[in-house]
């Protein structure tokens, strides 16, 4: 993956995915990674269309932490994208 190709912001939340599958011990980082750390950046894109849309913030967040928390650990190893992050990017 080329992190060239992407915006500042974009390899900002790239990265985060990444730290927070280390942190909880996934093998993979997946699309819900992702996803979590564009609804936990308050002054982004992803929170501010939800909240136009009338959708609460905390359930979306709230549900998506509960997706990450239910994910496969693994200790040690190196973290990988899975096949879905990789066509999400």
């Known amino acids: 993956m080329n992190l060239n190709k992407f915006t500042q912001r974009s ?4 990265q985060s ?3 927070m599958a280390q942190e909880a011990q996934n093998p993979q980082v997946v699309p ?3 996803l ?3 609804l936990q950046k308050e002054e982004g894109l992803v929170p501010q269309l939800i909240k136009k849309l009338g959708v609460y913030l905390e359930d979306i967040l709230r549900e ?3 997706a990450v928390t239910s994910l496969p650990k693994q200790e040690g190893g190196q ?3 899975s096949n879905e992050f990789s066509q999400v990017l």
């Open 11 to 14: 390899i900002e939340a790239i």
């Open 17 to 19: 995915a990444q730290q």
């Open 32 to 34: 819900e990674h992702l």
């Open 36 to 38: 979590l750390a564009l």
């Open 64 to 66: 998506t932490e509960e």
């Open 79 to 81: 973290v990988y994208a």
